[in-house]
């Protein structure tokens, strides 16, 4: 019986052993295996027919995975098998399991979590009543909505998720609708983070800048960030002035008569029915509030090595937005349960079946995400950054005076093509100090530039994760919110393109952003007076 073993196992010893250099080869090879497209324009084009196809056909599932398709099909030169294993394999298996990714998902759900336990205690409710005696038009919905995105400024994704729950109760009492509510916490996400320094943002972008100091480039950087505060002055100016356009302006007027939504799509009909909940007080909702923004912050120095002798800032510029968030969720989810078990305000029982129901209202969030970051895993795998950076390398010494605009709209477009800032930031300002190295005021005018059009990009793509969150946070219609945003932000980073000219040419905060809040005003006056002529 044992010879028999052995005479059977012997061959297939030998054979896999035989079979082991081979397969090695294999590996080698797939491991070096690059693509005929790769660091070309066919590189840009499976982001490009997925945002079309999106803003077409109004379906923003199918439209990224046509995208993530389309990226896989040029990876691999038309072979159905690598196609189909780069599509799983390297992408949706790949970014579902990256610990970062893992860790935005999770801080999601907890969030949503939070969201729903808030509304059963009765708390947006409640805060919702309390607004309401303070609050008493649209404006003031709106301006209270502006003011509480630009004071929770640590991170957008807790910016949009805590913005939304918060504020939602009370713009649909003033018949806000939700398109406008995306808008404006998406406006005040990125925007708002992009230029303070205590953020993970901040923390980001200081780790790019090679051979500076990153902090101090990056408070030198905030007056020439024209795109985030052109875009603050556009939410406000918009509010006061009432002066909404395109898309939008049918989605207000629509609000005003009751309609909050506009179109069919109710992504989130579900988590908005507790809305109604009477009972509860204005603490039941302000508690897991601050408590979420505490331990997010501790979470966050907490990973950047603070409670290991690491002083703040450098703690925060050295934190993992994704683990610190992750921590920071989790202790104010058990903070938000232990406070409504005291208060008697729920069962506990009541606080668990939360668990499935916050997971249920980002479902939508986390599908969009997932196919999101599946589509920058192609257009990566097909060399899209190394595309645009040479494009940039090789052609920014040739125009010296101009590169803050040029980088600008460089940094717009590849962000949008790719739904990521961060990665925008990390392609181009390395490219902008060695560029301008031996001209530091305009090397800072350049970052700030670059910092600019990669959060223009993010804020108007519709993969841009921010995006998603801002839709998930308004329980907006994704769509809707893209086709709604997207002409504001075109026309502030018109205006910021004329302001980096200026800037280019000046070398002067002070000449320049006047000069752009100026404009921006100017221009939306002019279309108040376009859309409500006879006012006029």
Known sequence: MNKRRIRFILPLALLFAGAMPVLAMAAEEAAEYTPSVYSSFWALVPPIVAIALALITKEVYSSLFLGILVGSILYSG??????VTHMFQGGF??????????????????????VCLMNKAGGSAAFGRFAAERIHSRVGAQLATVLLGVLIFIDDYFNCLTVGSVMRPVTDKFNVSRAKLAYLIDATAAPVCIIAPISSWAAAVTGFVPGENGFSVFIRAIPYNFYAILTIVMMIGLTVMKADFGPMKKHEDNAVNGDLFTTPGRPYGEATEDLAETKGTVADLLVPILSLIVCCVIGMIYTGGFFSGTDFVTSFSNSDASLGLTLGSFFGLIITIIFYQVRHVMKFSDCMACLPEGFKAMVPAILILTFAWTLKAMTD????????????NNSAENFVKLLPALIFLVGCFLAFATGTSWGTFGILIPIVVHVFEKDPQLMIIAISACMAGAVCGDHCSPISDTTIMASAGAQCEHVNHVSTQLPYAVLVAAVSFVTYLIAGLSRSALVSLPIGIGLMLLVLFFIKVITNPDKY
């Open 93 to 114: 298996i790949s970014v579902l399991s990256d610990s970062y990714n893992v860790g935005i998902l999770i801080f999601l759900v907890i969030l949503g979590v939070i």
């Open 381 to 392: 795998s097909l060399g899209a950054a190394t595309y645009v950076a040479d494009i940039v």
């Open 78 to 83: 038309l072979n159905f098998e690598l196609a």
